[in-house]
């Protein structure tokens, strides 16, 4: 019986069939050994599965197979920072929920998401939530970031979850396509799903006063069928992002705005970062290659060393 992994808890797996029916789903052991599987997760949200049910009136199942995934994203594992943890698998696309402050997202933290998506060819959207907090001088830095991003072919939105704004283009985008969405803690991703799907009714919490970070209110990956066609992955905030199974000189290809300028390197190794002859440096140089953008790469490739990539 064939099936779509809908929630993991680590060890359980909520399946949902076609016909509708719903299984508390457990590995069958085999998979636990397979030196194929390197993630920490052997089996994502979004995953298509074969499944034996165990009764013949029972909502338990043994699942026995994992189907070719098209594509997923990943992150370095929370608890082993060598292996990598698969977020979410068959993928059309990633909407990163981010806020100019309470809390500020980083833009090293959207580029790394924004590489990560890249890598398995998963087109994203950048979401500002919060415009409602926003005085004059937030929103000329929302508009700087913006343009940065428009420039090079990404999908920028300002909304606000508080006052109901943006969500019509949301559901827009979401329609008839399996979304994964994610965002540091804090940013109000839970209030964007309420609005989204009125009847979960999600946790949420205040960002914390002495820290500025967001509280964690979303524990394991799960999957929601969406009112009118498509499906929402909601995942736990993120606190950082560590990218993996991308070799250094490989880096720069998930930069778009670099693609254009890589083969012009004097080197086909280029690191474009203390080598002569390197033409992304020089777009860097004349503007053509937005200097945070730089900066985030490099931040990126050192950060790469650090971990051995």
């Known amino acids: 019986m064939k099936g779509t992994v809908y929630k993991s808890t680590g060890s359980w797996y909520l399946v949902k069939t076609p016909d509708g029916g719903q299984y508390q789903s457990r590995i069958k052991g085999i998979f636990k050994l397979d030196e194929d599987i390197t993630s920490t997760n052997p089996i994502a949200v979004g995953d298509m599965v074969e499944i034996v049910p165990e009764e013949a009136e029972g909502s338990t199942a043994m699942i026995t197979q994992i189907g070719e995934r098209r594509n997923y994203i990943v992150r370095s594992s929370p608890h082993k920072r060598v292996h ?83 969500i019509t283009t949301i559901q827009d985008l979401l329609h008839n396509k399996v979304t994964l969405m994610s965002g540091h803690s804090g940013v109000g991703k839970s209030s964007l799903i309420n609005r989204l799907l009125p009847s979960l009714q999600l946790r949420t919490k205040e960002v914390s006063g002495w820290s500025g970070k967001g509280m964690h209110t979303t524990t394991f990956a799960e999957m929601f069928d969406l009112p009118d066609g498509g499906q929402l992955i909601d995942t736990p905030g993120i606190r950082e992002l560590g990218i993996i199974d991308i070799p250094k000189t490989e880096l720069s290809h998930y930069f778009l705005e670099m693609q254009a300028y890589i083969t012009e390197c004097q080197f086909n190794n280029c690191l474009h970062v203390n080598e002569p002859g390197c033409a992304v440096k020089e777009a860097v140089e004349e503007g053509e290659i937005h200097i945070e953008r730089y900066v985030s790469y490099v931040a990126i490739l050192e950060s790469m060393e650090d971990e051995k990539y």
């Open 84 to 166: 990598k943890h698969i977020v979410a698998a068959n993928l059309d696309q990633a909407m990163l929920i981010c806020t100019i402050k309470e809390p500020r997202t980083s833009l090293g933290f959207i580029d790394r998401f924004l590489v990560t998506a890249a890598a398995y060819h998963i087109p994203a959207i950048l979401v500002f939530n919060k415009k409602d907090v926003l005085k004059e001088k937030d929103l000329l830095r929302f508009r700087e970031v913006e343009e940065l991003y428009t420039r090079i072919g990404y999908q920028v939105l300002l909304v606000s979850a508080a006052k109901e704004e943006g």
